[in-house]
Protein backbone atom coordinates (compact mmCIF):
# COMPACT_ATOMS: atom_id res chain seq x y z
CA UNK A 1 0.00 0.00 0.00
CA UNK A 2 1.14 3.45 -1.16
CA UNK A 3 1.53 6.18 1.12
CA UNK A 4 -0.10 9.15 -0.06
CA UNK A 5 -0.06 13.16 0.92
CA UNK A 6 -3.27 14.94 1.44
CA UNK A 7 -4.59 18.38 2.22
CA UNK A 8 -6.77 18.51 5.04
CA UNK A 9 -7.63 21.75 7.23
CA UNK A 10 -6.36 21.71 10.79
CA UNK A 11 -9.83 22.34 12.32
CA UNK A 12 -11.19 19.62 10.56
CA UNK A 13 -8.73 16.99 11.38
CA UNK A 14 -9.07 18.06 15.21
CA UNK A 15 -12.75 17.45 14.51
CA UNK A 16 -11.98 13.94 13.05
CA UNK A 17 -9.20 13.20 16.22
CA UNK A 18 -11.94 11.21 18.21
CA UNK A 19 -13.62 9.65 15.95
CA UNK A 20 -10.23 8.49 14.53
CA UNK A 21 -8.62 7.56 17.97
CA UNK A 22 -12.55 5.49 18.57
CA UNK A 23 -11.35 3.39 15.46
CA UNK A 24 -7.87 3.41 16.27
CA UNK A 25 -9.27 1.44 19.85
CA UNK A 26 -11.56 -0.90 17.97
CA UNK A 27 -10.50 -4.45 17.10
CA UNK A 28 -9.80 -4.36 13.52
CA UNK A 29 -8.33 -6.65 11.36
CA UNK A 30 -4.40 -7.12 11.59
CA UNK A 31 -4.10 -5.42 8.09
CA UNK A 32 -6.09 -2.67 9.05
CA UNK A 33 -4.47 -2.40 12.33
CA UNK A 34 -1.66 -1.82 11.14
CA UNK A 35 -2.26 0.93 8.31
CA UNK A 36 -4.56 2.74 10.39
CA UNK A 37 -1.36 2.84 13.28
CA UNK A 38 0.80 4.08 10.62
CA UNK A 39 -1.69 6.83 9.58
CA UNK A 40 -1.82 7.87 13.19
CA UNK A 41 1.62 9.01 13.84
CA UNK A 42 1.42 12.07 11.60
CA UNK A 43 -2.34 13.22 12.46
CA UNK A 44 -1.25 12.81 16.07
CA UNK A 45 2.02 15.34 15.77
CA UNK A 46 -0.35 18.08 13.50
CA UNK A 47 -2.55 17.48 16.64
CA UNK A 48 0.43 18.70 19.25
CA UNK A 49 1.42 21.38 16.98
CA UNK A 50 -2.02 22.33 17.08
CA UNK A 51 -2.68 22.42 20.44
CA UNK A 52 0.24 24.14 21.04
CA UNK A 53 -0.38 26.86 19.12
CA UNK A 54 -4.08 27.12 20.46
CA UNK A 55 -1.99 27.43 23.78
CA UNK A 56 -0.10 30.10 22.56
CA UNK A 57 -3.28 32.12 21.61
CA UNK A 58 -4.97 31.37 24.91
CA UNK A 59 -1.52 32.74 26.50
CA UNK A 60 -1.70 35.85 24.29
CA UNK A 61 -5.42 36.39 24.92
CA UNK A 62 -6.41 35.10 27.76
CA UNK A 63 -6.86 36.64 31.60
CA UNK A 64 -4.22 35.79 34.05
CA UNK A 65 -4.33 35.96 37.82
CA UNK A 66 -2.09 37.94 39.89
CA UNK A 67 0.36 34.98 39.15
CA UNK A 68 0.49 35.39 36.03
CA UNK A 69 -2.10 31.94 35.30
CA UNK A 70 -4.51 31.50 33.36
CA UNK A 71 -8.06 32.09 34.53
CA UNK A 72 -10.20 29.05 33.27
CA UNK A 73 -13.88 29.62 31.74
CA UNK A 74 -16.67 29.15 33.68
CA UNK A 75 -17.19 25.83 32.07
CA UNK A 76 -13.76 24.76 33.30
CA UNK A 77 -12.92 23.92 29.64
CA UNK A 78 -10.95 26.70 28.67
CA UNK A 79 -9.56 29.90 29.26
CA UNK A 80 -11.29 32.99 30.17
CA UNK A 81 -10.46 35.70 27.72
CA UNK A 82 -9.76 39.33 28.32
CA UNK A 83 -13.06 41.16 27.11
CA UNK A 84 -11.06 43.33 25.12
CA UNK A 85 -9.15 40.67 22.53
CA UNK A 86 -12.11 38.16 21.98
CA UNK A 87 -12.96 39.20 18.98
CA UNK A 88 -9.43 38.98 17.84
CA UNK A 89 -9.01 35.84 19.51
CA UNK A 90 -11.80 34.03 17.61
CA UNK A 91 -10.38 35.67 14.51
CA UNK A 92 -6.93 34.42 15.03
CA UNK A 93 -8.11 30.62 16.12
CA UNK A 94 -10.43 30.64 12.64
CA UNK A 95 -7.73 31.62 10.75
CA UNK A 96 -5.63 28.69 12.24
CA UNK A 97 -8.46 25.99 11.96
CA UNK A 98 -8.77 27.10 8.00
CA UNK A 99 -5.02 27.10 7.79
CA UNK A 100 -4.54 23.70 5.58
CA UNK A 101 -1.54 21.17 5.90
CA UNK A 102 -0.46 17.90 3.95
CA UNK A 103 -0.35 14.65 5.92
CA UNK A 104 1.31 11.95 4.89
CA UNK A 105 -1.24 9.07 5.73
CA UNK A 106 -1.63 5.09 4.49
CA UNK A 107 -5.31 5.05 2.82
CA UNK A 108 -7.78 2.39 3.82
CA UNK A 109 -10.34 0.55 2.03
CA UNK A 110 -14.21 0.38 3.15
CA UNK A 111 -13.12 -2.99 3.88
CA UNK A 112 -10.60 -2.83 6.36
CA UNK A 113 -13.26 -1.01 8.39
CA UNK A 114 -15.85 -3.57 7.76
CA UNK A 115 -16.29 -4.59 11.09
CA UNK A 116 -16.58 -0.81 12.84
CA UNK A 117 -19.30 0.73 13.12
CA UNK A 118 -19.42 4.56 12.29
CA UNK A 119 -22.40 7.32 11.61
CA UNK A 120 -22.10 9.09 8.78
CA UNK A 121 -21.12 12.42 10.05
CA UNK A 122 -17.84 10.05 11.09
CA UNK A 123 -17.91 8.81 7.84
CA UNK A 124 -17.64 12.32 6.41
CA UNK A 125 -15.07 13.18 8.61
CA UNK A 126 -12.98 10.69 8.07
CA UNK A 127 -12.64 10.10 3.87
CA UNK A 128 -9.58 11.96 3.43
CA UNK A 129 -8.49 8.44 5.04
CA UNK A 130 -9.98 6.54 2.42
CA UNK A 131 -8.89 5.07 -0.75
CA UNK A 132 -9.33 7.90 -3.44
CA UNK A 133 -11.17 4.93 -5.48
CA UNK A 134 -12.94 4.17 -2.26
CA UNK A 135 -14.33 8.01 -2.01
CA UNK A 136 -15.01 8.21 -5.64
CA UNK A 137 -17.36 5.27 -5.55
CA UNK A 138 -18.89 6.56 -2.37
CA UNK A 139 -19.44 9.92 -4.02
CA UNK A 140 -21.28 8.05 -6.97
CA UNK A 141 -23.76 5.85 -4.50
CA UNK A 142 -24.86 9.28 -3.11
CA UNK A 143 -26.66 10.86 -6.49
Known amino acids: ?22 IANSRLP ?3 AYWISRSLKPINDELAGLAN ?19 LS ?10 ATVEEYWKELK ?5 ETEIM ?6 DMLANV ?9 ILFLLEEEEVEGTSRLDN
Do not use: W
Not at 4 to 16: M, P
Not at 53 to 71: C, F, M, P, S
Not at 105 to 110: D, G, Q, R, W
Not at 117 to 125: R, V, Y
Open 1 to 22: MKSVVRKVKLGDLELVSEVIRR
Open 105 to 110: IHPLSL
Open 53 to 71: LKNDLAQKYGEKDENGKLI
Open 117 to 125: EITPFEMQA
Open 95 to 99: ELFET
Open 30 to 32: VRA
Open 74 to 83: EDKRGVKLAP
